[in-house]
């Protein structure tokens, strides 16, 4: 039999690594170091994909396991699983390659005696293709939870809060490919879409984000960046920037900043940017960030804990907190198999004691922008009202005319919707200290 190919090898690795605990973009990249282009992109797919579709799959193969996935071995589980991605989504992969491999990936993690299990469960798939799902009308948590790949806690959450139609809305765009954007950054986004054009390049304004275009496949993020001085951003982040709107020549921290897209793009107003975050690594990242679009003298990285933050006060500081990331589950389809419900309450308690940090660096008469990519009211709503119950000396300031109107809530909080907007969700307040 044939060895598994190093793809699929990685495929695997990265999988266990996510269920050591590494976030999926870091799994993978861990997992594909040394690998050529066109292998780590396959690689990419095939992981990102079972991510993206896990809910599906399991339904699936509970179908076919006797006793449920459940009492399965987890590398045992995780091979099924990238194997019956490939069965179901990959049609390039011949379904005997999907089977033949799976085998023999199942033997290399350490399993031969599962090898019997791995063969008859996806042959079965491949010769009985026409599963059943839950009706959507008699069951939509069910739908969801399976069809919907979404675990049940969620989309329970969803349906209560906006009913089952725009829960199934939100699911439905969880679950398409991410597509490209990017950030112009020291130019503007005519001129970005001119040099682009140059360079053979297509690219698309986005009509609610006015800061960012999209660009459609065949172009790679590589080439676009090597084109224009840009950084690679959803249109949901830079409409928190825009959002923001601090003052020409303001002198700003971003408090929670890596990867450091929103500090740069907060850089194009201020005077100078502090971005700051717990990680040296990500920090790192940020810093040649700034540097390669040519604002390394606009923006300072700085390792430090957002909650003990080494700052004197400022004209405005920007918390990005950490949060669920219930937003980003199509560019992030990993995360909604991480998050848990308890992650809701110990998450807004670290949110409130960082925007108590924040709010101790703004200087009086200054601005404090909270936001988030969660679209659960724990992180958000509760949290700036708990915030502003606490401090009488603060009240919420939408800037005029900053974002499309259709985009705030009643209360003028940005509120951006996978369902409605097509992009990553995402959630900011702007708040102003009384002078």
């Known amino acids: ?135 959507f009308g008699a069951d939509p948590a069910a739908s969801l939870e399976t069809w919907g790949s979404h675990p049940r806690w969620l989309v329970e959450r969803w349906i209560d809060r906006w009913g089952a139609e725009a829960a199934r809305a939100l699911t439905e765009a969880d679950n398409l490919r991410p597509e490209l954007y990017i950030r112009p950054v020291g130019v503007t986004v005519h001129e970005a879409r001119a040099r682009l054009g140059e360079a053979e390049i297509a690219s698309e304004a986005v009509d609610f984000a006015p800061d960012s275009l999209r660009i459609p496949a065949p172009a790679t993020a590589a080439q676009a960046l090597a084109t224009v001085p840009a950084v690679v951003q959803d249109p949901a982040a830079a409409l928190v920037v825009r959002y923001a709107a601090v003052p020409e020549g303001a002198d700003v921290i971003d408090l929670c900043a890596a990867p450091g897209g929103k500090a740069l793009g907060l850089a194009g107003r201020a005077g100078r940017v502090a971005a700051a975050d717990l990680s040296a690594r990500r920090m790192r990242r940020v810093r040649e960030n700034a540097v390669r679009v040519g604002w390394g003298d606009r923006v300072g990285a700085v390792v430090a804990d957002g ?16 949060c669920t990331g219930t937003g980003t589950f199509r560019r992030h389809p990993d995360g909604r198999w991480r998050v848990t419900p308890e992650d809701l309450q110990s998450l807004a308690r670290l949110q409130d004691e960082l925007l108590a940090a924040a709010a101790g660096l703004v200087r009086p008469g200054g601005l404090l922008v909270y936001s988030t990519c969660s679209l659960e009211p724990e992180e958000n709503e509760l949290r700036i009202e708990r915030f502003l119950a606490d401090r009488p000396g603060w009240a919420m300031e939408p800037a005029a005319g900053a974002v499309d109107a259709s985009l705030l809530d009643e209360a003028g909080r940005l509120c951006v919707l996978p369902q409605r907007q097509g992009v990553d969700g995402a959630f900011a307040a702007r708040l102003r200290r009384a002078p």
């Open 1 to 135: 039999m044939a060895q598994p190919t190093v793809a699929r090898q990685a495929a695997l690795e990265a999988m266990a690594r996510f269920r050591e605990g590494e976030l999926g973009d870091r799994a993978l990249d861990l997992a594909t170091q040394g690998m050529e282009p066109r292998e780590r992109a396959w690689t990419q797919e095939l992981v990102y994909g079972t991510f993206r579709l896990r809910g599906r799959i399991d339904h699936v193969l509970n179908g076919f396991a006797r006793d449920g996935i459940e009492s399965l071995d987890p590398d045992v589980l995780d091979v099924l699983r990238l194997g019956a991605y490939q069965l179901l989504e990959m049609g390039s992969v011949p379904p005997y390659a999907a089977v033949s491999q799976s085998v023999e990936l199942v033997r290399m993690a350490g399993q031969p005696r599962a090898a019997g299990l791995v063969n008859g469960i996806l042959q079965n798939m491949q010769r009985r293709p026409n599963f059943r799902f839950p009706d």
């Open 307 to 322: 909650r003990h933050p080494p700052f004197r006060e400022v004209d405005a500081v920007l918390l990005d907190a950490p």
